[in-house]
């Protein structure tokens, strides 16, 4: 080893590990690096040695994470051992000596700079990615391959990752687009992890002592479980009888015993076993806080009286720039003595002042049970000594699946704490219809692998064609980590393609009939079939567009007809249903029945006609009965005035050529001499086969074909969508002004917000208003967020926002026409809150009104506010600009602003 780690290495008071030594030789040597190792292995010891070598050496150093959290503790960490004059902090908030020798940033901001150009990158010798495996989130894993992609061919990259299945496969990237760069693997956990099942209040280990057999314990006791599931099946008893009867012996201790452990058992049991503190993984944010609560009632206390004296400090620090209202309508006193018990929750949902309490308790060991969502897994350093998983299914926002090996890893790689626990423990809850076998499959198998997220966007396209020229942003785009890894999967559909020519062929054998060409007369066979159902498509199709293009225009007080389904008759709109996004329009209707209900497009199967109009109250609450028998009279007697004659939309026909050409067809297949076989339908199966196969390879082929150039075919497809629009000139060799516009603005709908600059559609709003318009391009709804209708909040923003969704049609037109999927829909539901938060309301009106959660609120209006800075960027000096700042002014403030104390 060189004298440069032999200095650095001096400086810790353990030995390092082989692999953590290796790592810093090649960086030592020049070389970049790849480190994947589990969680809390050490190897952010790699990046810490780039640190040292950077600061003796006289270069730059940039430490990248991938989250604002990750960014301040490894601040903190530098700052303690190189001094404040050292090391500098950019997470686009918080801006501190970022002229520095070394520089902590979340990996936006280097991205920003790298297409600024700016002079900060001058003196750049080492780029560390801490947490690199998060280049394959869905939102932001992109900018991760265009910092690798874009950075100085000098820079050596040190990239640390998690443990992937498929590291090889990635170094091997790396190596491509960065040049030297070696792969330093570990498998070794530096504390050994044991896998448990917890079954009533008893703890069992997984595997047998002898090796990796399931214990036949649990194999037991599931084989019982099920016989008497089999049993309650025969005497017809549903599932709460079931409980019912469960609940009772319990209570009896007699007949069957309750084998799943109730939370306050559970943790009660960990204690008793000196295996606090635990991580105890709900996949639920409701779940995690009504488990806080669950463990407050019961009466469980988990500290001692000095614990309790300095979670109260914690708690009280953190919160000390928060009034006494804010804080009751936080619930800070129910927060505040779950903690000082030592029990917490941890999700999105928690406003960052207690997240952040939680952290800093939980790390200090003084809270001994955090109930946490699946995102603590990817967050900050929070080892604990055991891991509680209590069921191994969660919602992924569309069903509810089995985790995956990959997933069950990185939540149990929180257990075990370096340098305090001799061991981790993970303890899987057991639940009904157990399976033993499936929890050893996710224990024993470590895949976690790497896919790539990346997909160029139109900022990134103006941004790339603004530094290198069209024509070089394109071979950078063939280099990124999604081509590279679409090339190696033509392989593997080459052989798809083999094989279904192989079996094809076999099924051709199969179809030979003695009259004539089957083959011949299975082709006019399927184009015929081809051909009706394009057609039958095309109508579907065409009523769809009419019926979605009409559902758009609808709005509050329309009376429309619905001719068919469960909701045939007369209706009025209640709210037009604009803000449900994916699956196009949901307008909540009032029938004549009085029922109140909410339609898709598959309940409205032809466009409706507007055959009068009344006026909804503005504050109509579907909720309130007065408020609906007001609403219902007005309705009844708007009926008898209006035209009722619903408005005949006839079914679309077969256009005169198409049908010319199957009845052309059907007579030349009654001609064709194998129609009249005995055997026809039986080489028609086997014809069928081998012609759905041949389909089958030639699908295959053409993705096999694509596959070669996705990525630069999506970039060119973004550039002429561009250039349309004036973004790029003619030829998109150059960037125009409205492209330097463009660039500055980083939201999904990027082109949407610049076209709504452009048009002047932000010019005349009030701050708070621009707010609420501005938030409909970011926000978007989770499941149950919103329990009453989205609605703009004032006349102004509403026709704002009538003229967003005009634009955003436009572009997506365009982008239809040029084979780019469209942007996804705005999303209303977040307007009414901001701008009442804008407009100086109280916090406590605010959630109230809302029926957001802290945290989510506190996250999304910090996410207005880094649109609104963009936006002031982007439309340089006038009125925009002035709007813009008087907004984030406004939002800036309360429970928002002690967020970005917190950060700093």
Same mark, same amino acid.
């Given at each position: 080893m060189g004298p440069s780690f032999a200095a650095f290495a001096a400086g810790y008071d353990f030995a390092l590990d082989d692999y953590q030594v290796e790592a810093c030789a090649h960086i030592e040597a020049g070389s970049g690096v790849l480190v994947a190792a589990p969680t809390g292995a050490g190897k952010t010891v790699a990046g810490e040695f780039a640190v040292f070598l950077a600061l003796q050496r006289g270069r730059k150093c940039f430490y990248t994470t991938p989250i604002k959290a990750l960014s301040n503790q490894k601040y903190h960490d530098l700052v303690e051992r190189y001094g404040e004059a050292n090391v500098g902090l950019l997470t686009g908030d918080t801006s501190l000596n970022g002229e520095a020798p070394v520089v902590v940033m979340t990996t936006e901001v280097l991205r920003n700079m790298i297409y600024a150009r700016s002079r900060t990158l001058d003196g750049l010798g080492f780029v560390v990615m801490d947490e690199v495996h998060y280049l394959a989130d869905r939102f932001r894993g992109a900018v991760w391959e265009e910092v690798i992609i874009g950075l100085a061919e000098s820079v050596q990259l040190i990239a640390l990752s998690a443990t992937v299945s498929n590291a090889e496969e990635f170094g091997a990237w790396l190596a491509e687009v960065r040049g030297a760069v070696a792969i330093v693997l570990?498998?070794?956990?530096?504390?050994?992890?044991?896998?448990?099942?917890?079954?009533?209040?008893?703890?069992?280990?997984?595997?047998?002592?002898?090796?990796?057999?399931?214990?036949?314990?649990?194999?037991?006791?599931?084989?019982?479980?099920?016989?008497?599931?089999?049993?309650?099946?025969?005497?017809?008893?549903?599932?709460?009888?079931?409980?019912?009867?469960?609940?009772?012996?319990?209570?009896?201790?007699?007949?069957?015993?309750?084998?799943?452990?109730?939370?306050?058992?559970?943790?009660?049991?960990?204690?008793?076993?000196?295996?606090?503190?635990?991580?105890?993984?709900?996949?639920?944010?409701?779940?995690? *806080? /009504?488990? %806080?609560?669950?463990?407050?009632?019961?009466?469980?206390? &988990? $500290?001692?009286? @000095?614990? !309790?004296?300095?979670? #109260?400090?914690?708690?009280?620090?953190?919160?000390?720039?928060?009034?006494?209202?804010?804080?009751?309508?936080?619930?800070?006193?129910?927060?505040?003595?779950?903690?000082?018990?030592?029990?917490?929750?941890?999700?999105?949902?928690?406003?960052?002042?207690?997240?952040?309490?939680?952290?800093?308790?939980?790390?200090?060991?003084?809270?001994?049970?955090?109930?946490?969502?699946?995102?603590?897994?990817?967050?900050?350093?929070?080892?604990?000594?055991?891991?509680?998983?209590?069921?191994?299914?969660?919602?992924?926002? *569309? /069903?509810? %699946?089995?985790?995956?090996?990959?997933?069950?890893?990185? &939540? $149990?790689?929180? @257990?075990? !704490?370096?340098?305090? #626990?001799?061991?981790?423990?993970?303890?899987?809850?057991?639940?009904?219809?157990?399976?033993?076998?499936?929890?050893?499959?996710?224990?024993?198998?470590r895949t976690y692998p790497l896919r790539s997220s990346f997909s160029p966007t139109y900022n990134m396209a103006v941004n790339l064609v603004g530094s290198v020229g069209r024509e070089r942003a394109r071979t950078l785009l063939e280099q990124s980590f999604a081509q590279f890894q679409s090339d190696a999967s033509v392989v593997g559909l080459a052989r798809a393609v083999a094989r279904n020519t192989e079996r094809a062929a076999e099924s051709w054998a199969k179809a030979v009939c003695d009259r004539g060409d089957f083959a011949e007369y299975a082709e006019l066979r399927a184009e015929i079939g081809r051909l009706e159902a394009a057609s039958a498509r095309a109508r579907k199709d065409d009523r769809r567009a009419e019926t979605l293009s009409a559902l758009l225009e609808l709005r509050p007080g329309d009376i429309i007809n619905v001719p068919s389904g469960r909701y045939a008759g007369w209706v009025l709109v209640v709210d037009p249903g604009l803000g449900n996004t994916r699956e196009g329009p949901k307008p909540l209707v009032m029938t004549t029945e009085r029922q109140l209900k909410k339609l898709t497009i598959t309940d409205i199967p032809a466009p409706p006609v507007v055959a009068g109009?009344?006026?909804?109250?503005?504050?109509?609450?579907?909720?309130?009965?007065?408020?609906?028998?007001?609403?219902?009279?007005?309705?009844?007697?708007?009926?008898?005035?209006?035209?009722?004659?619903?408005?005949?939309?006839?079914?679309?026909?077969?256009?005169?050529?198409?049908?010319?050409?199957?009845?052309?067809?059907?007579?030349?297949?009654?001609?064709?001499?194998?129609?009249?076989?005995?055997?026809?339908?039986?080489?028609?199966?086997?014809?069928?086969?081998?012609?759905?196969?041949?389909?089958?390879?030639?699908?295959?082929?053409?993705?096999?074909?694509?596959?070669?150039?996705?990525?630069?075919?999506?970039?060119?497809?973004?550039?002429?969508?561009?250039?349309?629009?004036?973004?790029?000139?003619?030829?998109?060799?150059?960037?125009?002004?409205?492209?330097?516009?463009?660039?500055?603005?980083?939201?999904?709908?990027?082109?949407?917000?610049?076209?709504?600059?452009?048009?002047?559609?932000?010019?005349?709003?009030?701050?708070?208003?621009?707010?609420?318009?501005?938030?409909?391009?970011?926000?978007?709804?989770?499941?149950?967020?919103?329990?009453?209708?989205?609605?703009?909040?004032?006349?102004?923003?509403?026709?704002?926002?009538?003229?967003?969704?005009?634009?955003?049609?436009?572009?997506?037109?365009?982008?239809?026409?040029?084979?780019?999927?469209?942007?996804?829909?705005?999303?209303?539901?977040?307007?009414?809150?901001?701008?009442?938060?804008?407009?100086?309301?109280?916090?406590?009106?605010?959630?109230?009104?809302?029926?957001?959660?802290?945290?989510?609120?506190?996250?999304?209006?910090?996410?207005?506010?880094?649109?609104?800075?963009?936006?002031?960027?982007?439309?340089?000096?006038g009125p925009l600009r002035e709007t813009s700042r008087e907004a984030i002014v406004r939002m800036r403030r309360g429970v928002v602003a002690a967020a970005y104390d917190e950060d700093d």
């Open positions: 570990s498998e070794r956990r530096p504390v050994p992890l044991f896998q448990h099942v917890m079954v009533g209040r008893r703890i069992y280990d997984l595997f047998e002592d002898s090796g990796r057999e399931v214990n036949p314990e649990l194999t037991r006791l599931a084989k019982e479980e099920s016989k008497y599931v089999r049993d309650d099946s025969r005497r017809g008893r549903g599932r709460r009888q079931r409980d019912r009867i469960d609940a009772n012996q319990a209570k009896r201790g007699n007949d069957r015993p309750t084998l799943v452990p109730r939370r306050d058992g559970a943790i009660e049991k960990l204690a008793a076993e000196g295996l606090l503190p635990a991580i105890y993984f709900i996949f639920s944010r409701a779940g995690c *806080d /009504a488990a %806080v609560g669950q463990l407050m009632n019961s009466g469980l206390r &988990l $500290t001692t009286p @000095a614990e !309790r004296d300095a979670l #109260d400090d914690i708690a009280a620090r953190h919160v000390a720039s928060l009034s006494d209202d804010d804080l009751e309508a936080l619930g800070y006193r129910s927060f505040a003595e779950a903690l000082r018990r030592g029990v917490a929750a941890h999700h999105a949902g928690l406003l960052p002042a207690f997240k952040e309490a939680v952290e800093e308790a939980f790390v200090r060991g003084l809270v001994k049970v955090v109930f946490a969502t699946e995102t603590l897994a990817l967050g900050i350093n929070m080892p604990a000594r055991t891991v509680v998983l209590e069921k191994l299914v969660k919602f992924n926002g *569309d /069903a509810h %699946v089995d985790i995956t090996p990959g997933e069950y890893t990185q &939540l $149990t790689g929180r @257990a075990g !704490r370096r340098g305090i #626990d001799v061991e981790g423990h993970a303890v899987v809850l057991w639940q009904r219809n157990f399976d033993p076998r499936m929890v050893a499959g996710l224990a024993s198998r109009r009344l006026r909804v109250p503005k504050h109509f609450d579907p909720r309130q009965a007065a408020d609906r028998r007001n609403l219902f009279a007005a309705f009844s007697s708007k009926l008898r005035e209006v035209d009722l004659t619903p408005t005949a939309s006839g079914r679309g026909e077969v256009d005169a050529d198409t049908a010319a050409r199957i009845a052309d067809l059907r007579h030349e297949l009654k001609s064709h001499p194998c129609h009249g076989c005995p055997d026809r339908e039986e080489h028609a199966r086997w014809a069928e086969q081998a012609l759905r196969l041949e389909r089958d390879s030639a699908t295959l082929r053409a993705a096999s074909e694509k596959r070669t150039n996705t990525i630069a075919t999506r970039f060119d497809r973004i550039c002429t969508v561009l250039e349309a629009l004036g973004y790029l000139e003619e030829g998109g060799r150059a960037v125009t002004p409205a492209g330097r516009l463009l660039a500055r603005i980083y939201c999904e709908l990027d082109l949407v917000a610049a076209e709504c600059i452009r048009a002047g559609l932000f010019d005349e709003l009030t701050a708070p208003e621009l707010a609420a318009v501005a938030s409909t391009l970011i926000y978007e709804s989770r499941g149950g967020d919103q329990r009453r209708p989205a609605r703009m909040p004032n006349r102004s923003t509403e026709i704002a926002q009538s003229a967003l969704r005009t634009v955003w049609r436009e572009v997506g037109l365009l982008e239809r026409d040029h084979k780019l999927d469209k942007g996804r829909d705005p999303d209303i539901g977040f307007a009414e809150a901001v701008f009442a938060w804008a407009s100086g309301e109280p916090l406590a009106d605010v959630l109230y009104s809302s029926d957001l959660t802290a945290g989510d609120f506190v996250r999304w209006t910090r996410q207005v506010i880094d649109l609104a800075g963009q936006l002031a960027d982007a439309a340089g000096p």
